[in-house]
């Protein structure tokens, strides 16, 4: 059985008093069993928010980033151990807006990988097309090369504890969703290209999330597809009401 999970990426937004008004609000809203919810607050409030979910069960808490570096002179980056030390459980690497943003490619977001994986960190690893390769019908191979250029190199110990979230760029922020056949086809496509390197039953058990406009309307649906475990969502996390009915949405799911 693969673990559910939603998690809500609050970016750079909210500020201390909004950031732990939101964690109460939500933690209390909510008692999830099947599934896992995971915050991702900006770093300030990372101590803060984990404070607020501290008795909340199946509340977790993550940071947007870490440094590909172990540690040292490198000012103004965080580092997998910092992380580790103030007790986070996940953090995203490869989210597409630091792909774009602030270049990073394939080798960054292995060695972030990597000092995920050596500090005990569990990292949900974003994949997704751009419009232009979407609409030219070259989706399939990007997002197919984006996983065997970075996640081939794992080893299968490493994998089995990666989270894995296609993200359509076409799709995050849009209000532009993919549909849930576009999903479902996408994250059996990962998974079989998972499998052209790892262990079928392993690739099985790897949770596969969906984020891009992910809201209350639609999370049913996505929610719905086999392939589907859950979601990782942006503009509707920052909603009390959005992201709890999503979180529902997602327990109500057999
Ligand atoms: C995201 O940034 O990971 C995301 C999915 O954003 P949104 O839900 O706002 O599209």
């Given at each position: 059985?693969?673990r559910?999970i939603?998690a809500?990426?609050?970016?750079?937004?909210?500020?201390?008093?909004?950031?732990?008004?939101?964690?109460?609000?939500?933690?209390?809203?909510?008692?999830?069993?099947?599934?896992t919810?995971i915050?991702?607050?900006?770093?300030?409030?990372?101590?803060?928010?984990?404070?607020?979910?501290?008795?909340?069960?199946?509340?977790s808490?993550g940071?947007?980033?870490?440094?590909?570096?172990?540690?040292?002179?490198?000012?103004?980056?965080?580092?997998?151990?910092?992380l580790t030390?103030?007790?986070m459980e996940y953090v995203l690497v490869?989210?597409?807006?630091?792909?774009?943003?602030?270049?990073?490619?394939?080798?960054?977001?292995?060695?972030?990988l990597?000092?995920s994986f050596?500090n005990g960190l569990k990292p949900i690893f974003?994949?997704?097309?751009?419009?232009?390769?979407?609409?030219?019908?070259?989706?399939?191979?990007?997002?197919?090369?984006?996983?065997?250029?970075?996640?081939?190199?794992?080893?299968?110990?490493q994998?089995n504890s990666t989270i894995?979230?296609?993200?359509?760029?076409?799709?995050?922020?849009?209000?532009?969703?993919?549909?849930?056949?576009?999903?479902?086809?996408?994250?059996?496509?990962?998974?079989?290209?998972?499998?052209?390197?790892?262990?079928?039953?392993?690739?099985?058990?790897?949770s596969?999330?969906?984020?891009?406009?992910?809201?209350?309307?639609?999370?049913?649906?996505?929610?719905?597809?086999?392939?589907?475990?859950?979601?990782?969502?942006?503009?509707?996390?920052?909603?009390?009401?959005?992201?709890?009915?999503?979180?529902?949405?997602?327990?109500?799911?057999?």
């Amino acid at each position: 059985m693969r673990r559910k999970i939603i998690a809500g990426n609050w970016k750079m937004n909210t500020i201390l008093a909004e950031a732990t008004d939101l964690a109460k609000a939500i933690s209390s809203g909510v008692n999830p069993e099947k599934s896992t919810v995971i915050f991702f607050p900006p770093f300030p409030f990372l101590q803060n928010v984990r404070e607020v979910i501290a008795n909340a069960s199946n509340f977790s808490i993550g940071a947007q980033n870490l440094s590909s570096k172990e540690g040292g002179a490198y000012t103004g980056e965080v580092s997998a151990k910092m992380l580790t030390s103030i007790d986070m459980e996940y953090v995203l690497v490869g989210h597409s807006e630091r792909r774009e943003y602030f270049n990073e490619g394939d080798n960054i977001l292995f060695e972030k990988l990597n000092q995920s994986f050596e500090n005990g960190l569990k990292p949900i690893f974003c994949c997704g097309e751009p419009l232009g390769e979407r609409s030219s019908g070259n989706h399939v191979q990007y997002v197919g090369d984006q996983i065997r250029n970075v996640l081939f190199l794992l080893t299968p110990q490493q994998l089995n504890s990666t989270i894995i979230a296609y993200e359509p760029i076409w799709a995050i922020g849009t209000g532009q969703t993919a549909s849930p056949e576009q999903a479902q086809e996408m994250h059996l496509l990962i998974r079989d290209v998972l499998k052209e390197k790892f262990e079928p039953e392993m690739v099985e058990s790897i949770s596969i999330l969906y984020g891009g406009s992910v809201n209350a309307g639609n999370a049913l649906s996505i929610f719905g597809q086999k392939d589907v475990d859950g979601g990782l969502v942006g503009g509707a996390s920052l909603k009390v009401n959005d992201f709890l009915d999503i979180i529902k949405a997602m327990e109500s799911i057999g």
